[in-house]
């Protein structure tokens, strides 16, 4: 599930995963959840997060490697905000090569910056979100977005698996454009 930030992709992966059976993996949540727990690792990350810059593509790639071994009974994963570097994309790829797995499919939500801006400042009155309480990091994460994460739409598209999805819209009706697009590949 691909997007810029507060493009709903946290929002749609959770019921998209939840209707077929798989597993929703967010490198977001994953760090989030470190720096809660206090943890080395979320200590190092924190200023990393806080300033909406994107932290070592090693330290996500392992994370997500874990997770794809621990997991059984699950039809395939959903990844949320990974892969955000072309050097991520590689990792990923091969890592589920290996494995005998592939990139089936990867949804681009596209959504508007104004729209996004809107999204994020009300978001940040419920998230508690560091990162969501500031325009200048809101700014930055777009920018970051467009700069090292969009290369990677480019590589979704050379593989021929990477759809444009508008992600704009009610909740529901963006969930039944991304349903169509999963509906044509199982
Ligand atoms: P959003 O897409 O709403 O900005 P996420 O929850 O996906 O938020 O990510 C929050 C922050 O966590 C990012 O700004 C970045 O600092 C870090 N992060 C999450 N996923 C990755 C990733 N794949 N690579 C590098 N940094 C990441």
């Known amino acids: 599930m691909f997007g810029p930030p507060g493009s709903g992709k946290g929002t749609q992966s959770v019921t998209l995963a939840e209707k077929y059976n798989l597993l929703h993996l967010s490198t977001g949540d994953m760090l989030r959840a470190e720096l809660k727990a206090g943890t080395g690792l979320g200590k190092k990350m924190e200023a990393i997060m806080a300033a909406g810059e994107l932290v070592p593509d090693e330290v996500v790639i392992e994370m997500i490697a874990q997770k794809i071994d621990s997991t059984t009974g699950k039809k395939g994963f959903v990844f949320d905000g990974f892969p955000r570097t072309v050097e991520q994309a590689e990792a990923l790829q091969k890592m589920l090569e290996v494995r005998g797995m592939k990139i089936d499919l990867m949804l681009v939500l596209e959504v508007n910056d104004v729209e996004l801006m809107d999204r994020m400042k009300k978001r940040a009155l419920v ?9 200048a990091v809101i700014n930055n994460r777009i920018e970051v977005y467009r700069s090292k994460t969009e290369p990677v739409i480019e590589y979704g598209r050379s593989t021929g698996v990477s759809r444009q999805v508008d992600g704009v819209g009610s909740i529901e009706d963006i969930f039944d454009r991304l349903c ?7």
């Open 127 to 135: 998230s508690g979100r560091a990162d969501d309480a500031d325009e």
């Open 180 to 186: 169509s697009h999963i509906e044509t590949i199982i």
